[in-house]
């Protein structure tokens, strides 16, 4: 899998923030946990239970790479996406979970298309913006 394109990173940044991500690990533990929930919710109807929860273990496995905290065993539910995230230092935590979700996006994308990406985003956060004013989704 190629590495997640500068807006991709954006636009995890830019969810997980929107979702109350801030300066602490709890709140970025959190944050991503919310944004796990509401991805099972608005995409197994699409994808299945099994094929969200593969396409997060992937995901996983690709961030694992680079954080070692991100264990694919942590994605069995949010609870443990939580408790791993927590357990690490702020900047840590930040950094796997905006890896963990820009796979996440990069991979969806691959499979369903921007534009049904675009809209599952839209539907699951209506007051989320996917791309900042000027910028491009790729």
């Known amino acids: 899998m190629n590495r ?13 923030a929107h979702e109350g991500a801030a300066d602490s690990a709890y709140a970025w533990a959190t944050a991503a946990g919310r944004v796990h929930d509401k991805l099972h ?33 942590a994605l069995g539910d949010s609870t443990k996406l939580r408790e791993c995230l927590q357990a690490q230092d702020v900047a840590v935590a930040a950094a796997a979970a905006v890896a963990l979700f820009a796979n996440f996006f990069a991979l969806i ?3 369903i ?26």
Request: hydrophobic content about 45%; charged content about 20%.
């Open 113 to 138: 298309g921007e534009r049904l990406t675009s809209q599952v985003l839209r539907k699951a956060w209506p007051t989320f913006a996917a791309t900042e004013p000027g910028e491009t989704e790729t």
């Open 4 to 16: 997640p394109s500068p807006a991709t990173l954006a636009r995890s940044r830019r969810l997980l």
């Open 41 to 73: 919710a608005h995409l197994d109807p699409i994808l299945g239970v099994a094929g969200v929860h593969a396409l997060l273990v992937r995901s996983a496995r690709v961030a694992h790479a680079e954080f070692a905290c991100i264990e694919v065993a």
């Open 109 to 111: 994308t691959a499979f």
